[in-house]
């Protein structure tokens, strides 16, 4: 009963350098989310995605690319980390039914990045 | 833009107590509100979310209201538990095209032994 898992869960970067943060879920969902959690505020939508092959830029999607080759999978990626990216990233899942935003998001636990 | 407020950002009651974490919205064209829970060093976890026609929504011990001409929702919580212990967080999500939730930065919430 896995539901959201991210991977990893904790890195540290140097500033300038490239990673992919992934996102998997098993609930057969067809909506899919990246998030950053930053201290004092709420969660920031960075992209988003309603359904395999398609994304969509949410409310801070700049210096972060996404893809979503297959279903179950959903990547977040920083192609020259800057430390402004130093956040707690969550991706969470969502069913289509009922349009999006309708039915719960379900989170994984979250991926701790640190930029140096 | 939609900003959601949550006040106090830290609360803390003895255990048994009856108590209320607010939420307010600056834009009441919403189309669902969402209250969802985090343990420190997890994820969120969605504990009740009403539609814009609804007035409220019940769930055990939790019980989340919405008055979108006013801005506000409240989520009570009955007979405070120290397992209550977490942060509290609302989200609204707007109508029209608009497809991402907007959430409020949370109230922490200790209910001590």
């Known amino acids: 009963n896995a539901g959201v898992t991210q991977t990893p869960k904790f890195r540290v970067l140097k500033t300038g350098q490239s990673m992919t943060l992934l996102c998997a879920q098993d609930?057969?969902?067809?909506?899919m989310y990246w998030y950053r959690q930053d201290p004092g505020m709420g969660l920031r939508l960075i992209h988003y995605?309603?359904?395999?092959?398609?994304?969509a830029k949410g409310e801070v999607p700049d210096g972060y690319n996404v893809s979503r080759l297959k279903k179950q999978n959903f990547l977040l990626g920083l192609e020259s980390a800057a430390p402004s990216q130093t956040s707690v990233y969550f991706c969470?899942?969502?069913?289509?039914?009922?349009?999006?935003?309708?039915?719960?998001?379900?989170f994984g636990d979250g991926t701790r990045l640190s930029i140096l | 833009k939609q900003e959601v407020t949550q006040i106090p950002a830290a609360l803390s009651v003895p255990e048994g107590e009856n108590l209320v974490l607010n939420c307010s919205f600056t834009?009441?064209?919403?189309?669902?509100l969402q209250w969802f829970r985090q343990d420190p060093g997890k994820g969120l976890t969605s504990l009740l979310l009403?539609?814009?026609?609804?007035r409220e929504q019940t769930s055990g011990r939790l019980n989340a209201s919405l008055d979108k001409s006013s801005g506000r929702s409240t989520l009570y919580i009955a007979a405070s538990q120290p397992g209550d212990s977490a942060t509290y967080l609302c989200?609204?999500?707007?109508?029209?095209?608009?497809?991402?939730?907007?959430f409020g930065s949370g109230t922490q919430l200790t209910v001590l032994p």
């Open positions: 969470a899942s969502s069913p289509g039914t009922g349009g999006i935003g309708n039915q719960p998001q379900h």
């Open positions: 609930m057969n969902h067809e909506y």
């Open positions: 995605s309603v359904g395999e092959g398609t994304t």
């Open positions: 834009d009441s064209a919403i189309y669902n």
């Open positions: 009403i539609q814009s026609s609804q």
């Open positions: 989200a609204v999500r707007g109508s029209g095209s608009a497809r991402q939730l907007t």
